[in-house]
Antibody, heavy 119, light 110 residues
């Protein structure tokens, strides 16, 4: 059974940093592209970024709204995906989901972790 | 990259059909056959319903179907059931390692 479990959310002050984790199971992690998607309270989904798989050297890509502030990484030995978020702004407040990418679709999602940026 | 445009709401009675549109540009929806649709119930994670414009993943009822014409994609839910009441989002590959979601549509089963 495929499972994705996020953690690391919480309350952080503007300008602060936070690292989210996503532990996966039920599939070969190194074979898969992985994405982060966020959803501000009461709002729609927003693509944050993605990392490719082992065959394509784990390259990353980001939405313009987070480029230069957020970094996606992965640890194959821990079956874990990470989202390092720096210089956080109030508009980064959202539920953050990790998701597995299969071709151009996200076929499995985690339950999400809430990040609140507030003073 | 601007969000794809969806109607804010759609509704239908049980057994009826509802169609949701998703309008983009030639740089996203119109340029690639990589449109997907997601269903999201309140407080839950999104669920993939359609991939690559019209492919239905295993376990998704065949009441759900997708199509595309030019820069507009659509999701049709036939034979509406109470459990279909949810928010629906489209998404498209937008080139150069970029993806975009739609604004979302709330479907109400009357």
């Amino acid at each position: 059974e495929v499972q994705l479990v996020e953690s690391g959310g919480g309350l952080v002050q503007p300008g602060g940093s936070l690292r989210l984790s996503c532990v996966v199971s039920g599939f070969t992690f190194s074979d898969q592209y992985m994405d982060w998607v966020r959803q501000a309270p009461g709002k729609g989904l927003e693509w944050v970024g993605r990392t490719t798989n082992k065959d394509t050297s784990y390259t990353t890509a980001y939405a313009a709204s987070v480029k230069g502030r957020f970094t996606i990484s992965r640890d194959e030995s821990k079956n874990s995906l990470y989202l390092q978020m720096n210089s956080l702004k109030t508009e980064d407040t959202a539920v953050y989901y990790c998701a597995r990418r299969n071709m151009a679709a996200l076929d499995y999602w985690g339950q999400g972790t809430l990040v609140t940026v507030s003073s | 990259q601007s969000a794809l445009t969806q109607p804010p709401s759609a509704s239908g009675s049980p057994g009826q059909s509802v169609t949701i549109s998703c309008t983009g540009t030639s740089s996203d929806v119109g340029g690639y056959n990589y449109v997907s649709w997601y269903q999201q119930h309140p407080g839950k994670a999104p669920k993939l319903m359609i991939s690559e414009v019209s492919k239905r993943p295993s376990g998704v009822p065949d009441r759900f179907s997708g199509a595309k014409s030019g820069n507009t994609a659509s999701l049709t839910v036939s034979g509406l059931q109470p459990e279909d009441e949810a928010d629906y989002y489209c998404s498209s590959f937008a080139g150069t390692n970029n993806y975009v979601f739609g604004t979302g549509t709330k479907v109400t089963v009357l």
